[in-house]
């Protein structure tokens, strides 16, 4: 059975495979507002998010002061730091910005809790998985 306050984070290859995600998340119970794309481009993100019909990760999301904070960030700080809003782990977060790195984009089924300072939820659900 699923939970749908559970985090979910799938890493995929292309926007065939986001839109799939999208639509298996969606079939879970997932409401389309809280299904997520990041890539490490801001312009691929908005571009997919644009043809799969995801989000991305806004201010409603991060909170004002990540928020407002990211706009002095490095882009990869900034990623972290949406995906920390959504509770993953700083661990977790450094490890999926290196998968972004290398082209891979994230996919992500949120919970609905926000996070701050060094909160993470440690449910979160990763595929593929992966040993720490």
Do not use: C
């Not at 782990?89 to 996070?115: F, H, N, P, T």
Request: proline share 2%; hydrophobic share 35%.
């Amino acid at each position: 059975m699923n939970n749908l306050s559970n985090t979910k984070v799938h890493t995929v290859n292309n926007a065939v495979e986001v839109q799939d995600q999208v639509y298996k998340f969606q079939t879970e119970g997932y409401p389309k507002d809280n299904i997520y794309v990041l890539t490490h481009d801001k312009d691929r993100t908005k571009r997919i998010v644009n043809s799969t019909g995801a989000e991305r990760i806004g201010v409603a999301e991060e909170g004002l002061g990540t928020a407002i904070a990211n706009i002095f960030r490095s882009n990869g700080d900034e990623l972290r730091a949406k995906m920390r809003s959504l509770g993953i782990s700083r661990q977790d977060a450094e490890r999926l910005e290196r998968e972004m790195d290398q082209d891979k984009i994230l996919v992500i089924a949120w919970g609905g809790k926000e996070y701050s300072g060094d909160e993470f939820d440690p449910a979160v659900y990763y595929y593929p998985h992966y040993m720490a």
